[in-house]
């Protein structure tokens, strides 16, 4: 009687409804890949970001290092933003890029 009202205690428990989630997924019935107009309209939103993220991190890079120019009345510091800017763009391009690819 006692080891009956353990195990009903014990499967009331709430590692067991972890253990359930872990071991029985819940069936996704949603389609991962839109189809259709939508589909497509994602598709060229993802490349266009592509297509956009380097020139766009570059510019901001040369920018921010213009503005720092001018307020350290200097005349090398946009180089540098223009490296930084165009490392952060191509690390994020990969970075789409990989995601896309999985």
């Not at 589909?39 to 060229?44: A, D, E, T, W």
């Amino acid at each position: 009687m006692r080891a009956m009202a353990l195990a009903a205690c014990w499967r009331n428990l709430p590692h067991t409804t972890i253990m359930k989630s872990v071991l029985e997924p819940e069936k996704n019935t949603a389609d991962p890949k839109p189809h259709g107009a939508r589909g497509s309209m994602v598709q060229i939103a993802r490349y266009s970001q592509l297509a956009l993220a380097l020139p766009a991190a570059t510019v901001a890079g040369w920018f921010f290092g213009s503005l720092i120019d001018r307020w350290l009345h200097d005349n090398w510091v946009y180089l540098f933003g223009l490296l930084l800017g165009g490392a952060g763009g191509l690390v994020e391009l990969v970075r789409l890029a990989s995601k896309d690819t999985s």
